[in-house]
């Protein structure tokens, strides 16, 4: 069983920042892939980035420009880094990983950070 545990949520004004950081349980370069999902009231989780084992990096349209995904490998710890933030990236947001490849790929998640961009 893996453990994923995020941090770094909170209260951001329109146009600041934030960084989230999840720990895994296990070293991150067994991970297939490692990504960051967000949920908003009402709408379905979407992804926000991912990153391979071979540091590979995808962002979804809503936030490119604007986030980073990266993994410290020595410290198990996957993070995102996001500016210009927005009152629509108001979420709960989700820490992701993937074991192996499909169809035996394994998934796990993080219990949720809130993030809210309000002023």
């Known amino acids: 069983q893996v453990q994923l545990v995020e941090s ?15 720990a895994a ?7 297939y892939n490692m990504a960051w999902y967000r949920q908003a009231p009402g709408k379905q989780r979407e992804l926000v980035a991912s990153i391979t084992r071979f540091d590979s990096t995808n962002y979804a349209d809503p936030v490119k420009g604007r986030a980073t995904i990266s993994v410290n490998s020595t410290k198990n710890t996957v993070y995102l880094q996001m500016n210009s933030l927005k009152p629509e990236d108001t979420a709960v947001y989700y820490c992701n990983a993937r074991l192996g490849r499909p169809p035996t790929q394994l998934v796990f998640w993080g219990q949720g950070t809130q993030v809210t961009v309000s002023s």
């Open 8 to 22: 770094g949520g909170g209260l951001v004004q329109p146009g600041g920042s934030l960084s989230l950081s999840c």
């Open 25 to 31: 349980s296990r070293n991150t370069f067994d991970f």
